[in-house]
Every structure is written in structure tokens, then in C-alpha cells.
């Protein structure tokens, strides 16, 4: 059973990096075909897709944030990451990792159950 | 950027009843437009991509259709876990965006 797990700090300050890890069980992130993304959600809102990472290291970022984001993946951990620089309180969310596969590369079937990441002095 | 529009905001049936869910988009789409619900609590999960195609494990209760701005989930014979809220999502161009949800909540 494929899994996704993310990681990293619940509580992060104005102006600091956020860095997130994404773990991915039971699929290689060297299969073909396969992207790796990170979609957060604002309490009670809509979620916001950010960024995207395919098996052959091409990378897609949300064009608003997209000096801020990096996202890179290890294949050897089977691991992907994200850092946001100048965290800001409106970037308080859930932030969700994300798997597309089995449909198409951009289409997110499967998601990590997420974490909520505050931004607050 | 495509904006998707979702509206109502909020429906509300008994179990039981069908429910049919809009999305509609600023532009044309194609067909590229996935349904996906959240429970509370929980990550969203795919129901129906490219308009009318239901992912795997999802149950035959549900439908979509639709083509280029015009989008419709159809939930027949509403089940207790299928109270939830149901965003739409885009992949015709980049960013891939959302609409703001609805929430189908018990009577």
C-alpha cells in the first residue's frame, strides 16, 4: 500500500524557512511517469497547489510563489522536499503531499494525511 | 489562472437522496476536471477525474459530467459517509487550481 507521510515543524516564525519532507512508501520515486507535489489548505479554505517535481527532475512551481518555493527529491530516501522562504502568517495551513501516478501525472491520487504548519511570532 | 467556480456553497439532503454538485470554469477546460472529497479531518481523496471517470475504489453512486466550463458531480442515493465536501481541480493549464467547495451536509 502506497503511503506518504509528511514531516517538519508545526511552528514556524515570520520571515523563517519552512522546510517539509514528504516520505513515500511502497513507490520509487525513480519509476517513470510519476510527480511528487505539495498542495496546502488554509483552515476552512480551498486547497492551493504549490509545486511539483517529476520522476526526470523536471519542476513546477505556482507562478505567485514561485520565488519563494524550492522542491527537490532524493531517490535514495525515497524522499521529496519543500522549502517556502519568508514565512508569512497568511501561509498557515495544512500542507498536503501529494502522488500522481496511476491516472495521469497530473492528476494527485493518493495524499499524505498533511500537517499543519503555523505561522506565528 | 482558471478560476473554478463552485456554487452553492452548501447543500443539504437526507441519506438517501441524489445530490448534484456544480462546477463551473473561466474558461474552457476540455474535460480536464477531477472531483475530490474531504471528510473532516482528513486529505481529500480523488472521486472522479478527467470529468467522468471514477478512480479506483470509488462506488458507482457516483457520476460526473460535462465538458469545457460546465462540470456536474451526481451522488445517487446518498450514503452517511458521502456527507462531506467536494472541491473540483483543474489540470488544463498551470497552476492547477481548485474551486472553493461544497459541502453536502445532512438534512
Given amino acids: 500500500q502506497i503511503t506518504l507521510k509528511e514531516s ?7 520571515t523563517q524557512t519552512l522546510t517539509l519532507t514528504c516520505t513515500v512508501s511502497e513507490f520509487s520515486l525513480s519509476r517513470s ?4 507535489g505539495w498542495i496546502r489548505q488554509p483552515p476552512g479554505k480551498a486547497p492551493e497547489w504549490l509545486a511539483l517535481i517529476y520522476w526526470d527532475d523536471d519542476k513546477r512551481y505556482r507562478p505567485s510563489l514561485k520565488t519563494r518555493l524550492t522542491i527537490t527529491k532524493d531517490t535514495s530516501k525515497n524522499q521529496v522536499v519543500l522549502t517556502m522562504t519568508n514565512m508569512d502568517p497568511v501561509d498557515t495551513a495544512t500542507y498536503f503531499c501529494t502522488l500522481s501516478y496511476y491516472y495521469d501525472n497530473t492528476i494527485f491520487d493518493h495524499w499524505g494525511q498533511g500537517t499543519l504548519v503555523t505561522v506565528s511570532s | 489562472e482558471i478560476v473554478l467556480t463552485q456554487s452553492p456553497a452548501t447543500l443539504s439532503f437526507s441519506p438517501g437522496e441524489r445530490a448534484t454538485l456544480s462546477c463551473r470554469a473561466s474558461q474552457s477546460i476540455s474535460s480536464h476536471l477531477a ?12 472521486v472522479i477525474y478527467d470529468a467522468s471517470y471514477r478512480a479506483t475504489g470509488i462506488p458507482a453512486r457516483f457520476s460526473g459530467s460535462g465538458s469545457g466550463t460546465d462540470f456536474t458531480l451526481t451522488i445517487n442515493s446518498l450514503e452517511p459517509e ?5 472541491f473540483c481541480q483543474q489540470r488544463y493549464n498551470w497552476p492547477q487550481t481548485f474551486g472553493q467547495g461544497t459541502k453536502v451536509e445532512i438534512k
Avoid: S
Fill in chain 1, 8 to 14: 517538519g515543524p508545526t511552528l514556524v516564525k515570520p
Fill in chain 1, 33 to 36: 511517469g510519476m510527480g511528487v
Fill in chain 2, 35 to 46: 472531483w475530490y472529497q474531504q471528510r473532516p479531518g482528513q486529505a481529500p481523496r480523488l
Fill in chain 2, 82 to 86: 458521502d456527507f462531506a465536501v467536494y
